[in-house]
């Protein structure tokens, strides 16, 4: 069974008047113990859609429509009591920003402390520090950190940090939003081993939001492609980054340097740019843009099918062969 | 620079409390600037109707002295916001240049102007603006200066950390490189881009200014010569029961042009930090 | 801690130092012979007043009136009054008394009502309320303090009787213990919701704004997002966040307090500082203008010291060695 499935998830932001559609129809299945990676470029919805998931946007200015289901059990219907009960428990989230995740006036084991204490409200202070620091030392943390405040703490300690405080409950759905951006290379390359290995450890299946197909292609088993709020193409990650099949995901894959090395072509980048979400194209989303595209992608949406080799796309000339 | 400007200028249009503060501001000059012609009276002129309460003769009635409140309160508008706007723009200039030279020049200048600027910092500014009035005068134009001399402390903070951040771009790097001599530079490039954020706290300073020279009008340090909202209030006080409209309405005049400037000040600032300087 | 404090201390006296000089000058370059004032208009003797402008010092150069006059100060002397032959000490302390009283009241009270009504707004941001209240500060913040005093004399006191004009007990009375408690409070009532009423627009928008930025944190959704419950994240992560510019402005205000409330304390007739300052101007009494300038400096000084002492300790990115 699936451990989390999204069913038709869409997402719109209501703001002076114009509707948002940030998110659209999005369905997917993450497989427990497998990775999954959503990419995009920014402001393709990677964020918007894990907050919606989350229940972490501003019912005030957003609605969010469809199903969320967590070990079969709707997120979005769930009472705040049964939410916060599974919040941190079963899934829990490392943000890009790892020194804002964290309040700067209180030390970091105080902090984390709290967030166990949530859950376990009968923990003694002994027994939360014991856990924090076990936690600490999963990611090669130091101990001592316990009594130290963020600011006192290099980049790739916060982050270890964010990564550290995401396990402290055991969940088993782990979601990072660009959680090793900021970071350098080695640092990052470290911190992804190590989050493997727990994962492995732990039975923790991860979902990985980001930019950089190089950590997508290094640490998830599947990935997703996100464009404009719509899901483009999905399947196992050697695949799709290998022979994509969408248009846009080769455009993706041409315009990013690591995957084409033993090529001589010149990078290539896709022209144009994201569209209106307030204004979305009655046809496909990415039709504007689209090298292949023709009258039919400019007047009705690609549906989400699947090809050989468990892989999904949404896209009337998929494969480069006419499908229609 | 002159981009900057117009998109300003269009999102300051855009804005309800800077428009409401400008039709404020438009009735408020009008006033000041046809009070001769506005007002149904002579506001100097002393006649046999003592404390008259509001009436068809006398809209706002007449104080102690049988003068028509109405007309007294239209004159003093001229008054509040020449004394609001020059000691607020005095502060602006000094604030400006203090700020200015201490953050693009920083070092050694910024030491002795950055400690100028904190050592003012803790001077209590009312009690020096009463020292001064009380001991040298208080005609009009002495009102202003020392106002103007008190309330440049924040002009010269923003301005500095104005000049340390723009100081930092290439452009001004260039023109370093090209030759062109510090001053130049200042005056052209670090004061008319930092400017913006001045704009703002002149614009509140002249609220602030407005409000400065009541308090001293009412204290009784006010120019005796000339008719002032504060001081009608000071004459007004000792017939708060027999004549409430004196002091009631002089407050009322009060309050709507320091909300005024307020708005138009409050409007500035808001525009300025969200959009103008993400870019 | 201990150099940075030193160093902090140092840098205060120097400025009150400065202060005094600069204050000296001014008084000192004021056209008008304060003995000739105290004299009077009429029948002027000019022996008398050679001989008192000796006694008091005046006929000295300016320079060495100054360094007598710091001289005596560190001997605990501020002088002695030309107007009334006390010396200056002790009027000041019989006059801050009073002073203090009103500040204090009035401080503590704008401090929680306005940090109060500012985090309920902040909590109901674009309620009814929350622009409501926002439209009041405007108007107080616009409003001149000696106006709000006489209009609540016009209201409450002339009108209808509910609280006495002017003074801080009742003369003919003269109660005592108790009693006398209760009629300084009545008296109290009127000047200190005049000097409140200015002050809690500072109070709200400062809490309002800080504790709406520190809401929209990241840690705050970290929080949120690990199930605990609104109230708690308020209670322990956000005041505690949002307290600091609140503290600030109340250590600055604080710092003002002597000067302060001079114009409320004019209106009611209120024995403290600021009458006695006033009347000092008018009589140009320059040791007690001095004395009382001199008092103004030094609280500024403390009080910023110690709001920087505090503020350390509230927030720990705030290193104790460096300072700002």
């Not at chain 1, 918007?48 to 997120?75: C, H, P």
């Amino acid at each position: 069974m699936a451990i989390l499935s999204l069913r038709d998830v869409s997402v719109t932001y209501r703001s002076s008047g114009k509707e948002v559609h940030a998110i659209n129809n999005i369905s997917l299945d993450v497989e427990e113990n497998e990775s999954l990676g959503i990419v995009g470029e920014s402001g393709s919805g990677k964020t918007t859609l894990i907050m919606a998931v989350l229940r972490l946007l501003n019912t005030k200015t957003t609605d969010v429509t469809g199903e969320a289901l967590l070990k079969g059990e709707d997120i979005f219907q769930m009472t705040p009591e049964r939410l916060s009960e599974i919040r941190w428990t079963e899934m829990a989230i490392v943000f890009q920003k790892a020194l804002n995740a964290l309040s700067p006036v209180h030390t970091v084991g105080r902090f984390i402390g709290d967030i166990y204490r949530v859950h376990k409200p009968e923990a003694t202070k002994e027994e939360i520090r014991s856990v924090v620091e076990e936690t600490f030392e999963l990611v090669n943390l130091p101990k001592r950190i316990f009594k130290l405040y963020p600011h006192e703490l290099s980049g790739g300690m916060l982050q270890r940090v964010s990564i550290a405080m995401s396990l402290i409950l055991d969940p088993s759905l782990l979601i990072m939003d660009e959680a090793t951006t900021a970071l350098d290379v080695v640092t990052q390359n470290q911190i992804l081993e190590e989050i493997k290995r727990l994962e492995e450890q732990k039975g923790i299946t991860r979902i990985m939001i980001t930019h950089d197909m190089s950590v997508v292609a290094s640490s998830c088993k599947k990935v997703a492609v996100l464009y404009a709020g719509s899901l483009m193409e999905s399947g196992p990650t050697e695949k799709v980054l290998v022979e994509p099949i969408h248009p846009y995901t080769q455009g993706l894959v041409e315009s990013f340097p690591t995957f084409k090395t033993d090529t001589h072509e010149p990078l290539k980048s896709i022209p144009g740019s994201l569209p209106d979400l307030a204004n979305l194209p009655a046809g496909c989303v990415f039709a504007p843009r689209c090298p292949k595209a023709s009258d039919i992608c400019f007047n009705s949406k690609p549906e989400m099918k699947d090809y050989p080799g468990n892989r999904k796309a949404a896209c009337f000339f998929a494969g480069g062969s006419n499908n229609e | 620079m002159k981009k900057n400007f117009e998109k300003f200028k269009q999102a300051l249009y855009g804005n309800t409390q800077f428009k409401v503060g400008l039709v404020m501001l438009a009735i408020l000059l009008f006033i000041a600037l046809f009070a001769g012609v506005l007002s149904p009276y002579d506001p100097y002129k002393l006649s046999e109707d003592l404390l008259v309460s509001p009436s068809s003769s006398h809209p706002l009635g007449t104080d102690n002295l049988g003068r028509d409140l109405l007309s007294m309160l239209f004159y003093g508008a001229k008054v509040s916001l020449l004394v609001g706007t020059i000691s607020a723009l005095i502060a602006a200039v000094i604030g400006t240049l203090l700020g200015g030279v201490a953050g693009f020049f920083g070092g050694k200048v910024d030491m002795i102007f950055g400690g100028f600027i904190n050592i003012f910092m803790m001077m209590p500014t009312f009690f020096l603006i009463l020292i001064v009035v009380a001991l040298f005068g208080s005609g009009m134009l002495k009102v202003m200066i020392v106002i103007g001399l008190t309330s440049w402390v924040g002009n010269a903070k923003l301005m500095r950390a104005q000049a340390l951040s723009i100081k930092e771009r290439t452009y001004i790097k260039s023109a370093e490189s090209i030759g062109e001599s510090k001053l130049k530079i200042l005056f052209r490039h670090i004061i008319p881009n930092g400017i913006f954020p001045i704009i703002a706290n002149t614009t509140m300073g002249v609220a602030s200014a407005i409000l400065t020279e009541s308090s001293l009008a009412f204290l009784g340090l006010g120019d005796p010569n000339i008719i002032s909202w504060g001081q009608i209030i000071q004459n007004g006080k000792s017939y708060l029961l027999t004549g409430w409209w004196i002091c009631v309405f002089a407050g009322l005049a009060i309050i709507y042009t320091v909300i005024t400037f307020y708005l138009l000040g409050d409007g500035i600032n808001r525009i300025l930090s969200p959009k103008l300087r993400s870019r | 801690m201990k150099s940075y404090l030193g160093k902090r201390i140092v840098t205060a006296v120097l400025c009150v130092f400065l202060a005094l000089l600069f204050n000296f000058i001014i008084i000192h370059a004021a056209p008008g012979n304060p003995i000739r004032i105290l004299a009077g208009t009429d029948s002027v003797n000019e022996e008398m007043i050679a001989e008192l402008t000796q006694k008091y010092g005046l006929d000295q150069p300016a320079y060495i009136q100054f360094f007598r006059y710091v001289g005596n100060l560190f001997k605990g002397d501020m002088g002695v009054s030309i107007y009334t032959g006390q010396p200056v000490a002790d009027e000041i302390i019989s006059k801050l008394g009073p002073t203090l009283l009103l500040c204090l009241t009035s401080s503590i009270i704008a401090l929680i009502l306005g940090t109060l009504l500012g985090i309920f707004c902040a909590r109901h941001v674009g309620s009814a309320l929350d622009s409501f209240l926002g439209s009041i500060s405007y108007l107080f913040d616009s409003t001149p303090s000696f106006w709000l005093g006489l209009m609540l004399i016009l209201v409450f006191a002339s009108t209808l009787h509910l609280f006495p004009t002017a003074g801080m007990f009742n003369v003919r009375q003269n109660a005592e213990g108790f009693a006398r408690v209760v009629d300084v409070l009545y008296h109290l009532v009127l000047p200190s919701t005049a000097l409140s009423l200015t002050l809690i627009p500072y109070y709200f928008r400062i809490a309002r704004t800080s504790v709406i930025q520190v809401g929209n944190e990241d840690f705050i959704t970290t929080l949120r997002g690990a199930g605990m419950r609104e109230d708690r994240i308020y209670r322990k992560y956000v005041f505690r966040n949002a307290i600091l510019p609140v503290v600030t402005v109340f250590g600055i205000q604080l710092a003002y307090i002597v000067s302060g409330s001079a114009i409320v304390e004019i209106v009611f007739s209120w024995p403290g500082m600021g009458s006695y300052m006033m009347t000092a101007i008018s009589r140009r009494d320059y040791p007690t203008l001095m004395g009382i300038y001199l008092v103004i400096s030094i609280s500024v000084a403390v009080m910023m010291i110690v709001v920087d002492v505090v503020y350390t300790y509230l927030d720990p990115r705030i290193s104790r060695s460096e300072g700002k």
